[in-house]
């Protein structure tokens, strides 16, 4: 995986390639490649690292063409080296690829044993050479991708173009997303809409196991077997232009100033703003929530967090018993099946290849109704999904979620509060207290933002520790499991999370002068139980960061750090209490001289196992 972007044309397409993979940068990736089919050849140039290395190679070796495909890869098989980038080649075929190949071993084992020379490390590499096969054995290209494609096991996003055929590009999913877009003379494949709308906003979602047939006077679509199929035209949403940092020296931080203006249009989007009520109907769509007896949250990484504070918020208004699973987890313990038993998914691209593997494990294997919060509307997610609850966080850049992480708890607060009053668990002045709390996080958390300079005051102090303890209770439990996963997500140092009651039971033995415990501790009905932790800290000479409310009478507890908050209910606490140690982890950051958009090793949208 990463990133996939490929066109037929009238015109030549490197640039096309080359802008198409600038706008897939916010991905992650550690190495870019193109290639480019010709009437009578086909050329390809690959280079490790970021873009602007591949764009040098370029300037020096231009390739020109009207058919071609462009990815940026982020490692899976093979060290990032330019042997291992993509795309990967035979003589006559070249493929760019997203997914992971199970069985290329054994494939790769069987071609060497037909005499194949292998190049690289990859999976990918096995696929042309078993296209070239097919091809040697006399069949036409697109039937050769067929049969190929029958060897494969696992997931993946293909496009693929041929020797000399500078009128064919033909595309094939599994498992992973793509994306046909319809041009006028020319026609473009992406793994996401991103590198596509500058030239055209008319999409096709292909679905498992669709091939498709790109030519610049149209798109034919067929089946493993070659009939023809047909899938909807749909006009996208996703926004042309959407690499501008403006003001700020990174997207990430854009992002975080964002967040005042996205929760309100979340918020907008959810709540009757006259009325200060919820719409049970308009949040489930086709599911009766006042059936419902159980719910799973489905998520991975800063979307499990989410769902984590989610499990709270409706186990105690709506009073229905909630499992929180990791997604990559939640097939393999194989869970029985409830009667009544609503399946929750959180995804900030609606394309995260475990949410989505577990979603269709919950519809297919325990018969349970599906809602999903996403950011994406025509993700494969949204999809598959009986009801959908749009976050409106725009396009996030930064790899490190930050708005979209807040307007997830947005989301997941309002469907806490609907199934609450379907369920007759909810008065209306209670109802109309929760939304009027919810209406007025976008105010405070623009407060908030204006202790940043503080923050980095903070951030510079503790930029050399070698690694950080977050704690938190109640729902600001994951809101310390964040904070410690942002911070290693793009500062590199090692941080924990932990819920502050637990930290007696081993996290205390970690405690000296040199380890920052950062203690999230709104004051609410847990707060005088945190503050014990705190002076457990204090007592081993621990370095203390503690956020929380000024105290009223001047009375406090003990710490070396305050970042002092806006007062705000239970309900708006995690919401609000995320954004410091989104901040402090971006400084830190910053002062480390790291790499904040793109951190190495990581990828914004995990489209594979």
Known sequence: MCGIVGLVSERNVTSVLVEGLRRLEYRGYDSAGISVASATDMLRLRATGKLKNLQKRLKDHPVT????????????????????????????????HNGIIENFLALRQSLEAEGVSFKSDTDTEVIPHLIERELNRGLDPVSAVRVAIGYLKGAFALGIIFH???????????????????????????????????????????????IAVLSREGVTLMDLDGNTIHRPVRETQVQGDIA?????????????????????????????????????????GDIDFSAVQSIHIIACGTSWHAGMVAKYWIEQLAKIPVNVDIASEY????????????????????????????????????????????????SSIARDSDSVIYTQAGPEIGVASTKAFTTQLVALSVL???????????????????VSELLQIPGRMEQVLTKDTEIQDIARELMHASGFLFLGRGTCFPIALEGALKLKEISYIHAEGYA????????????????????????????????????????????????????????????????????????AAPILYVA???????????????????PRNLAKSVTVE
């Open 65 to 96: 063409g009207l058919c071609g495909i462009g990815h940026t890869r982020w490692a899976t098989h093979g060290a990032p080296t330019r042997d291992n980038a993509h795309p990967h080649c035979s003589e006559k075929v070249a493929v760019v």
């Open 164 to 210: 000399s055929h500078d009128n064919l590009l033909v595309a094939a999913r599994r498992g992973s997303p793509l994306i046909v877009g319809l041009g006028d003379g020319e026609n473009f494949i992406g793994s996401d809409a991103t590198p596509l709308v500058a030239y055209t906003r008319r999409m096709i979602y292909l679905d498992d196991d669709d």
């Open 244 to 284: 501008d940092k403006g003001q700020y020296r990174h997207f990430m931080l854009k992002e975080i100033f964002e967040q005042p203006s996205v929760i309100g249009e979340t918020l907008r989007s959810l709540v009757d703003l006259a009325n200060h009520t919820v719409n049970v109907d308009q949040i489930a």
């Open 331 to 378: 097939r393999y313990r194989r869970p029985p099946p409830q009667a009544g038993c609503l399946g929750v998914t959180i995804s900030q691209s609606g394309e995260t290849a475990d949410t989505l593997a577990a979603l269709r494990y919950a519809r297919s294997e325990l018969g349970q109704k599906i809602l999903s919060i996403v950011n994406v509307p025509e």
């Open 416 to 434: 806490a509060l609907a199934l609450a009053k379907a369920r007759n668990q909810l008065s209306s002045d209670q109802e109309s207290a929760l």
């Open 500 to 571: 502050a009651g637990e930290m007696k039971h081993g996290p205390i033995a970690l405690i000296d002068e040199d380890l920052p415990v950062v203690v999230v501790a709104p004051r609410d009905n847990l707060y005088e139980k945190v503050i014990s932790n705190v002076e457990e800290v204090n007592a081993r000479g621990g370095r203390v960061v503690v956020i929380t409310t000024e105290s009223e009478t001047g009375q406090d507890c003990k710490a070396g750090y305050m970042i002092p908050m806006v007062a705000c209910g239970e309900l």
């Open 580 to 598: 410091p140690l989104q901040l402090l982890a971006y400084h830190i950051a910053v002062y480390k001289g790291t790499d904040v958009d793109q």
